[in-house]
T-cell receptor
Framework: GAGVSQSPSNKVTEKGKDVELRCDPI?????LYWYRQSLGQGLEFLIY????????KSGLPSDRFSAERTGGSVSTLTIQRTQQEDSAVYLC??????????????FGPGTRLTVT | DAKTTQPPSMDCAEGRAANLPCNHS???????VYWYRQIHSQGPQYIIH???NNETNEMASLIITEDRKSSTLILPHATLRDTAVYYC????????????FGTGTSLTVIP
């Protein structure tokens, strides 16, 4: 079946501009995660959505970062006033049962963000 | 959460079995052992998970010791496309949302 999709696959933006990254999770998955990965580094957790519960935003690095998940499906990660240190691959993952059940996460291909 | 320890790198000949070890001596009774891999320039890929029994799926087998202090991921017939970084993680009901993937084992399959 269809996996997690993300768009755009690549995004180049100028410092100070806002960007929106989109994630389409696997249908029926209740949990959705956003991570970022800088070159040669590990995964950095950003935010977690589970059903209709309030999202876990504890990983967001600053108030320039925000995310929403509409209708329990598609999610958008927004970065305002981008900085060069925001350059990274942004990964989205969905999970079938979230916090109380299976925790296997299925990742999308990522969006490579380059801030010039 | 269980702290896991993996060797930083391993080589395996193409067509042979790749056995990737993971130590998780502090794992609690309700924490599962999950394995993921990340192929260069791609997002991580879920492989398999287990609690105490050995598990097998179309990708790999997971052997968990009886005391659950360690496990081995087995790729029965490694191919060049299995070259990746493999991560072992302990996850349970009390695990928060921030999964720590650690540094993993970089597996190189050699032709």
């Amino acid at each position: 079946g269809a996996g997690v999709s993300q768009s755009p696959s690549n995004k180049v933006t100028e410092k100070g501009k806002d960007v929106e990254l989109r994630c389409d999770p696997i249908s029926g998955h209740t949990a959705l995660y956003w991570y970022r990965q800088s070159l040669g580094q590990g995964l950095e957790f950003l935010i977690y959505f589970q059903g209709n519960s309030a999202p876990d935003k504890s990983g967001l690095p600053s108030d320039r970062f925000s995310a929403e998940r509409t209708g329990g499906s598609v999610s958008t990660l927004t970065i305002q006033r981008t900085q060069q240190e925001d350059s990274a691959v942004y990964l989205c993952a969905s999970s079938p049962r979230g916090a109380q059940g299976g925790r296997e996460q299925y990742f999308g291909p990522g969006t490579r963000l380059t801030v010039t | 959460d269980a702290k896991t320890t993996q060797p930083p790198s391993m080589d395996c000949a193409e067509g042979r079995a790749a056995n990737l070890p993971c130590n998780h001596s502090t794992i609690s009774g309700n924490e599962y052992v999950y394995w993921y891999r990340q192929i260069h320039s791609q997002g991580p890929q879920y492989i398999i998970h287990g609690l105490k029994n050995n598990e097998t799926n179309e990708m790999a087998s997971l052997i968990i010791t009886e005391d659950r202090k360690s496990s081995t991921l087995i790729l029965p017939h490694a191919t060049l496309r299995d070259t990746a970084v493999y991560y072992c993680i302990g996850i349970g009901p009390n695990t928060g949302n921030q999964f720590y993937f650690g540094t993993g084992t970089s597996l190189t399959v050699i032709p």
